[in-house]
């Protein structure tokens, strides 16, 4: 298995466009993660989802932030507009809690940076 | 809220030396991980416990749910080592992790 995987893996915008990050998990994981890290911050949780349901989105700072799930394969977190305190390292996330397991695999990352 | 709470911050050792990291929660766990985070930016499950100890190599980790408080101990360290280690609580909701600041810890040769 690849792992999973996250596109771009750096990206550069400017304030106010619009931002897609895209995540691919491993196939058989039913749960899904996305986080973010930043040196004030640390690592916190965006949102995460179940089955392709989102289940806490607690995490999503403003409605400036949204993600979706479409299908088991795929996930994808946008930004719109975008602002410079949203620079910062994306990951996701997945795992399968089946059988009690539930380590999470983490994907390389997206370094957002906003001009 | 869930709080877990990492020491030290900031962690220099000589090559060889033994080390040993701290974690600390607020709340029930179903489960603790320690991840590791290496320079490059890639994060990296090292264990999972509920309970107990766990052991892979030269790294060794132990909870004490009774007391709220997991270390991840390093035998023999080496440069390779060097990373920032990060503890994550996986509380009573099903998933979702709260996790530590993180522990940088530099291991020289």
């Known amino acids: 298995d690849a792992g999973v995987i996250q596109s771009p893996r750096h990206e550069v915008t400017e304030m106010g466009q619009e931002v897609t990050l895209r995540c691919k998990p491993i196939?058989?994981?039913?749960?899904l993660f996305w986080y973010r890290q930043t040196m004030m911050r640390g690592l916190e949780l965006l949102i995460y989802?179940?089955?392709?349901?989102?289940?806490?989105d607690s995490g999503m700072p403003e409605d400036r932030f949204s993600a979706k799930m479409p299908n088991a394969s795929f996930s994808t977190l946008k930004i719109q507009p975008s602002e410079p305190r949203d620079s910062a390292v994306y990951f996701c996330?997945?795992?399968?809690?089946?059988?009690?397991?539930?380590?999470?695999?983490f994907g390389p990352g997206t370094r957002l940076t906003v001009l | 809220k869930n709080e877990v709470e990492q020491s030290p911050q900031n962690l220099t050792a000589q090559e060889g030396e033994f080390i040993t990291i701290n974690c600390s929660y607020s709340?029930?766990?179903?489960?603790l991980h320690w991840l590791q985070q290496h320079p490059g930016g890639g994060i990296v499950s090292l264990f999972m416990l509920s309970s107990g100890k766990k052991k892979h190599g030269r790294l060794i980790a132990t909870i004490n749910i009774q007391e709220k408080h997991s270390s991840l101990h390093i035998t023999a360290s080496h440069p390779r080592d060097s990373a920032v280690y990060i503890c994550?609580?996986?509380?009573?909701?099903?998933?979702?992790?709260?996790f530590g600041r993180g522990t940088q810890l530099t291991v020289w040769p």
């Open positions: 994550a609580d996986r509380g009573s909701t099903l998933g979702r992790l709260y």
């Open positions: 196939s058989g994981h039913d749960y």
């Open positions: 989802f179940n089955n392709n349901v989102p289940i806490d």
């Open positions: 709340v029930g766990i179903s489960a």
């Open positions: 996330a997945s795992s399968s809690l089946a059988g009690g397991v539930g380590e999470q695999f």
